[in-house]
């Protein structure tokens, strides 16, 4: 309903536009690097960029990685419970 209400899309996002990641790269570079000029500025805030998200990156590996280690350990859970269930003394194995 919010979005059949809207009549200037452009406007109501406007915003978050300004606030998007590239800006927000831009303007770390400029507070670490206030004499700079505005080419060093592009080059230090596609660096940020980078940076940030190869981070992401590692953060999303990791978390996948971590998923499929307790899948695995569920399913040998699974596994050896159902082996218990019709060998006595296997899930001591």
């Known amino acids: 309903?919010?979005?059949?209400?809207?009549?200037?899309?452009?406007?109501?996002?406007?915003?978050?536009?300004?606030?998007?990641?590239?800006?927000?790269?831009?303007?770390?570079?400029?507070?670490?690097?206030?004499?700079?000029s505005e080419q060093q500025i592009a080059e230090v805030a596609e660096s940020l960029r980078k940076a940030h998200y190869s981070a992401l990156a590692l953060k999303s590996a990791a978390a996948r990685r971590a998923k499929s280690e307790a899948a695995k350990e569920k399913k040998r859970a699974e596994a050896q419970r159902q082996l218990a269930q019709y060998r006595p003394g296997a899930a001591a194995a």
């Open 1 to 36: 309903m919010s979005w059949a209400n809207t009549t200037n899309r452009s406007a109501r996002t406007a915003a978050a536009r300004r606030a998007s990641h590239h800006t927000r790269f831009l303007d770390k570079a400029r507070e670490l690097h206030p004499a700079a």
